[in-house]
């Protein structure tokens, strides 16, 4: 895997400490920490697709903390979150837009038949295998909420 995303950040932490990009630098760092944490908690390499479950949990936790900064009146430290959150989605796979997602959600309730807002675990199933990563799973619970009530 010699383009692997590990190997994106890796290649990314040395080209930020040669431009002395200290802010990238450490958010780059952290990503590399928590994903070579991950494999030695469980001895195996880590997929791609692993290790961009761990960056979009990465970006979760900035947008909560940015959040309640933000309302704590510390502008600063909801700045450097919201800085740090888009040196992460740099990583990840092209989001899809929420049009896009609209229409995957649409297809997926016709396929699974659903009615209501008891089906909707078979909708998210089939929604997290065709969507992978490549949309706020949080957005994507909304939108089928929303079509399961309409």
């Known amino acids: 895997m010699a383009n692997s ?5 890796e290649e990314a ?7 002395r990009n200290k802010e990238r630098t450490s958010t780059l760092r952290m990503a590399l920490s928590e ?12 997929s791609d ?3 961009i479950k761990i960056i979009q949990r990465m ?3 900035r947008k909560e903390s940015a959040a309640q900064f933000f309302e704590a009146n510390r502008e600063e430290l909801a700045n450097k979150e919201n800085s740090e959150i888009s040196i ?10 929420e049009d896009e997602i609209k ?3 649409v297809n997926a309730i016709s396929e699974t038949e659903a009615q209501d807002s008891q ?32």
């Open 49 to 51: 697709e692993e290790s």
């Open 88 to 97: 992460l989605q740099d990583f990840l796979p092209e989001q899809l837009s």
């Open 119 to 150: 089906d909707m675990g078979k909708v998210m199933g089939l929604l997290k295998s065709k969507i992978k990563g490549n949309a706020d799973m949080g957005i994507v619970s909304k939108l089928v909420k929303e079509n399961l009530q309409g």
């Open 5 to 9: 995303i590990r190997h994106l950040i």
């Open 13 to 19: 932490v040395k080209s930020s400490m040669r431009e």
């Open 59 to 61: 970006i979760k936790q």
């Open 35 to 46: 994903i070579k944490k991950e494999e030695i908690d469980r001895r195996v390499e880590l």
């Open 103 to 105: 229409v995957i959600v």
